[in-house]
DNA sequence: AGCCGAGAATGACTACACTCAGAACTGAGG
DNA sequence: CCTCAGTTCTGAGTGTAGTCATTCTCGGCT
């Protein structure tokens, strides 16, 4: 195909160059001041960019903030993945996961809460959603992988069980209730979940 | 003026009247429509009152929707708390909870899902917010006695293993990738769950 | 009755996410 | 080089949730 054959003309550099400004603008604005206090026009401006063209790249607000922490989360997997790998019992290798996940979602409280009503609750069909949801997915394989190891869960068993720790930490983190907890406070209340449902 | 009587004045018999206009305006359009395609000013004309005292009532339109279904929830629950009494396990006894409010969010799946939705990350400080939350106590009460006499798990346990259940049924019935689930499929998937999490 | 303060009601107004009709740009073919 | 079809960009415009200064109403008090 013609038009496969050169990938780099001057438009699709042109997109790379918008997209990337888009990404930079705002995520220092929502990490500065926090998704609600940041306009859709603040952050075109910040990009330079006309307010139509944000939503290009991407459909509504929520997807922006998924586009601009998506990276993030995913570190986060990584750095609990390896956590996980030298805990003692299943507990606390699941914990190691949960730990990364919940320290990099609590950075900026109402951005977090947001990321994860935006998750649950937005349009999965968006590209920046099903990235999201992607990293879900290979968090609760992680999640899985820690009981079939430690705790000799069967495959499918244990597949069910991380689902179950999603939705443990997806309420926990999200809830307007905990809004005001740290950290600890978050994390032992999950681990006190977790240690309830795991085959003993 | 027939009543100097009765504990109420006008003033109080006027909010009270308008309060179940709004009631019945909302739950009516709702019901037609689904929240999304119902705007604030059209209940407003439909009780009678200025789009100001809407917000008067109800802080915000999610609270509204609180307002309007919260009874629902609540006579759902009683259905459940019944239905629960003569289950053979305790995973039946469980589920026969969970069908019932699962049914009753089911009703209408955006109205629902934005129950869920305002339940976890609306204002838990506003009234019918705080109502919505009790029901959810209770609910998770409801759950915690069916694995206590059930299951014989220790009280304790049974309270976070209800909390359990709660977040699988928050994230099950809420998200948008299971808006077009039927009724069974969502109940055979938070069955395999709830199976999951009970010690055996 | 007539007045007054507290609380309730109101609707014009604001802020903001998102849209869309047209302008501007790009690159392929002549 | 020029044209043109397709794509991308744009910002004035739109719809709607929610606010607030003002007006209205009630009921206690003299």
Do not use: W
């Amino acid at each position: 195909m013609p038009v496969k054959s050169r990938p780099f003309g001057r438009r699709e550099r042109n997109k790379q160059a918008k997209l990337e400004r888009i990404t930079a603008a705002a995520s220092e604005l929502f990490a500065e001041r926090g998704v609600d206090d940041v306009t859709t026009q603040q952050i075109a401006d910040a990009a330079d960019i006309g307010t139509g063209t944000l939503f290009l790249y991407a459909k509504t607000k929520g997807e922006l903030l998924l586009l601009v922490q998506n990276a993030h989360y995913s570190a986060a997997l990584e750095r609990g993945r390896a956590a996980a790998a030298d805990a003692p019992t299943a507990v606390d290798g699941v914990m190691a996961l949960v730990e990364q996940i919940a320290e990099c979602n609590r950075v900026q409280v109402d951005n977090g809460r947001t990321y994860l009503r935006e998750m649950v609750f937005g349009d999965p069909s968006e590209p920046h959603h099903a990235e999201a949801l992607a990293i879900v997915a290979r968090t609760e394989e992680a999640v899985a992988g820690v009981l079939t190891r430690r705790a000799q869960v069967p495959a499918a068993e244990a597949a069910t069980l991380a689902q179950v720790v999603s939705a443990i930490m997806f309420v926990e983190l999200g809830a307007t209730l905990n809004a005001g907890s740290s950290i600890p406070e978050l994390l032992a209340s999950i681990r006190t979940q977790v240690a309830a449902i795991l085959p003993r």
